[in-house]
């Protein structure tokens, strides 16, 4: 039984919607803040940020909590259990971008209490961002409709050269050959320089 619960069936206490939700809020954070392990040292910034968050009065207990996650889900990022660098913190970012805002006021934080001088990484543009979810939807079409022909191929090697290398060639009907190493690893030469791709 839930700690309102019994407080409500003991007591014939009366509680409202709103403290009901609060608490339900609480056990949530005790649950997330619990996924990091004692022995990581990082804890003990955890600790103090929640601490933190609690003396601001215009924070809600809600905000505590969307506050508290991606702070866990990075520390949780380093395995070892040591505290984490600069690096981690971008690794982290770069695979979860839509988190940045909530974990610049943990970066903030550390910045003021403990003179940690994170930096919050570049953010690409929007632009940068639309033009990969362009060669994105340009690649998956082309492999969806494979055709057994050289233009295909040519269409394919030249999508994915976009995709994961943000090469535009400038002439689009120049042929390109893929070549491939004693290891079956391919690539393309270009300039000089060679561009590899993975197997699709």
Same mark, same amino acid.
């Not at 939807?137 to 995709?163: M, S």
């Given at each position: 039984?839930?700690?309102?619960?019994?407080?409500?069936? /003991?007591?014939?206490?009366?509680?409202?919607?709103?403290?009901?939700?609060?608490?339900?809020?609480?056990?949530?954070?005790?649950?997330?803040?619990?996924?990091?392990?004692?022995?990581?040292?990082?804890?003990?910034?955890?600790?103090? #940020?929640?601490?933190?968050? +609690?003396?601001?009065?215009?924070?809600? =207990?809600?905000?505590?909590?969307?506050?508290?996650?991606?702070?866990?889900?990075?520390?949780?990022? =380093? &395995?070892?259990?040591?505290?984490?660098?600069?690096?981690?913190?971008?690794?982290?970012?770069?695979?979860?971008?839509?988190?940045?805002?909530?974990?610049?006021?943990?970066?903030?934080?550390?910045?003021?209490? @403990?003179?940690?001088?994170?930096?919050?990484?570049?953010?690409?543009?929007?632009?940068?961002?639309?033009?990969?979810?362009?060669?994105?939807?340009?690649?998956?079409?082309? +492999?969806?409709?494979?055709?057994?022909? &050289?233009?295909?191929?040519?269409?394919?090697?030249?999508?994915?050269?976009?995709?994961? @290398?943000?090469?535009?060639?400038?002439?689009?009907?120049?042929? =390109?050959? =893929?070549?491939?190493?004693?290891? /079956?690893?391919?690539?393309?030469?270009?300039?000089?320089?060679? #561009?590899?791709?993975?197997?699709?």
């Amino acid at each position: 039984m839930q700690p309102v619960s019994f407080l409500i069936e /003991k007591f014939s206490l009366s509680v409202s919607e709103d403290e009901k939700l609060k608490d339900s809020e609480r056990r949530r954070i005790v649950k997330i803040m619990n996924k990091l392990s004692a022995d990581n040292q990082s804890k003990k910034w955890l600790d103090e #940020y929640y601490g933190y968050l +609690l003396e601001r009065n215009k924070t809600s =207990i809600k905000s505590v909590r969307l506050a508290m996650t991606p702070v866990v889900d990075l520390l949780k990022t =380093i &395995d070892n259990g040591d505290l984490p660098i600069q690096r981690d913190l971008n690794v982290f970012l770069k695979k979860k971008p839509g988190q940045r805002a909530a974990i610049s006021g943990f970066v903030g934080f550390l910045k003021n209490r @403990h003179k940690v001088n994170w930096v919050l990484p570049k953010q690409a543009s929007k632009s940068k961002i639309y033009a990969k979810q362009e060669a994105e939807r340009k690649l998956v079409k082309l +492999l969806r409709n494979p055709v057994a022909t &050289d233009v295909y191929q040519q269409k394919l090697l030249k999508a994915k050269l976009l995709y994961f @290398h943000g090469l535009v060639l400038k002439s689009m009907t120049e042929k =390109i050959e =893929i070549k491939e190493t004693d290891q /079956k690893l391919k690539y393309v030469e270009l300039s000089g320089k060679r #561009y590899w791709l993975p197997s699709l």
